[in-house]
């Protein structure tokens, strides 16, 4: 592993060279290709920099052990450094797993209301505001593709893009079905109904990603509207895309341009099926090298909110918080740093195992 990190370092130093060469200024792609690659290098480069000075601190330590005036001090070093250096191995290690490509990648979101009729709508609206507050923490941009809303303010379902650095590696668990436990407001006797929704994230696939054949695609136009036929478009601006081969049916219908929905609607129906595809190799893989925190199989349920205790349990890791209101206003980040760790953990007792 230290070789493999000596040569990381070294290619390290080699961008800063070449990032500050004089003829590199003249070829602005250029920069901005090295900059990034730098920046994806930086933190595994800090860790093994600073697991080198504590290997030197380490031996310092050891050989002061040898002076009666320097050893209880130096003994004390010595286990502080040889804590530190365990901890930067681990964290070494987790740096060194392969990275998603997707990671970096913006996302779009598709919620749709699922067992329960308008109480699952209402509660899709409530994941909708949630992961926008979520964003807005992150100072990410949200912008609604499509959305069907319901007459009583819920969401029959919505597609929304999240724009912002590191979006997909944030949101991408979020993927499978949502379980609400709540007394409904139409409900006259206090009862609590179980409702779901399905939440897919997909990370946005550039056209070089993933090409479409436009003889699969067939492209219909309609007037838009909102709840109750409000809001009616007098123009034919709204698309729907159907993908032939898969029967796969995108609509769009924000924009007031066709041209533009029909360019938002392509951006969703290639992520679609790209996924998809992803999907179908996923399920070739065998069950033990599934991760931990699930398959982010759409039918799987993931998350139970649980209203009248103040409850949220993510059932792929056993986590159970009591601040279901802050959770709702976006304060996710405790629920994915969990998921995030615990697919580390995972992948990492993979590779030790390979």
């Known amino acids: 592993m230290l070789d493999k990190l000596k040569s990381i370092e070294l290619h390290y130093q080699d961008l800063e060279a070449r990032l500050n060469a004089p003829e590199t200024y003249n070829d602005p792609a250029l920069v901005t290709k090295l900059n990034k690659e730098q920046k994806e290098l930086s933190p595994i480069v800090e860790a093994y920099r ?158 070089v990603d993933f090409a479409l054949n436009p003889a699969d695609i067939e492209m219909q136009v309609f007037r838009s509207s909102g709840a109750g036929g409000q809001h009616v478009n007098k123009t034919s601006s709204a698309v729907r895309l159907i993908h032939k081969p898969t029967g796969t049916v995108v609509e769009c219908q924000q924009e007031r341009s066709q041209f533009q929905n029909r360019d938002k609607a392509m951006q969703i129906l290639r992520a679609r099926l790209y996924e998809e595809k992803v999907q179908e190799q996923e399920e070739a893989v065998t069950a033990e090298r599934r991760s931990q925190v699930g398959s982010g199989m759409r039918n799987e349920r993931i998350r139970t909110y649980n209203f009248p205790q103040g409850r949220l349990t993510d059932h792929r890791i056993g986590l159970t918080l009591y601040k279901l209101e802050a959770v709702m206003n976006g304060d996710l980040d405790e629920i994915i740093d969990g998921l995030i760790t615990a697919d580390q953990a995972e992948r990492l007792k993979r590779s030790e195992e390979s």
């Not at 290997?55 to 130096?74: G, H, I, N, T």
């Not at 699952?120 to 964003?135: D, E, I, V």
């Not at 923490?137 to 650095?165: C, P, Q, Y």
């Open 50 to 207: 600073n697991y080198r000075r504590r290997q030197r601190d380490l031996e310092e330590a050891q050989s002061l052990m040898s002076d009666p005036d320097m050893k209880e001090l130096a003994q004390e070093e010595f286990q502080q450094a040889k804590a530190d250096l365990e901890e930067l191995e681990q964290t070494m290690k987790i740096l060194l797993l392969p990275t998603d490509p997707n990671d970096g990648k913006n996302v779009i979101v598709e919620i749709r209301a699922g067992v329960g009729g308008e109480e699952a709508a209402l509660f899709a609206h409530s994941l909708y505001r949630m992961y926008s507050m979520y964003a807005e923490s992150r100072r990410w941009g949200v912008e609604v593709e499509s959305a069907n809303e319901t007459e009583l303010g819920g969401l029959k379902e919505i597609v929304f893009t999240v724009d912002g650095e590191g979006a997909y590696s944030r949101l991408k668990f979020e993927s499978g079905v949502h379980r609400v436990q709540r007394v409904p407001e139409t409900e006259s006797g206090g009862r609590i109904h179980t409702s779901t929704v399905t939440v897919a994230v997909l990370p946005e696939v550039d056209e």
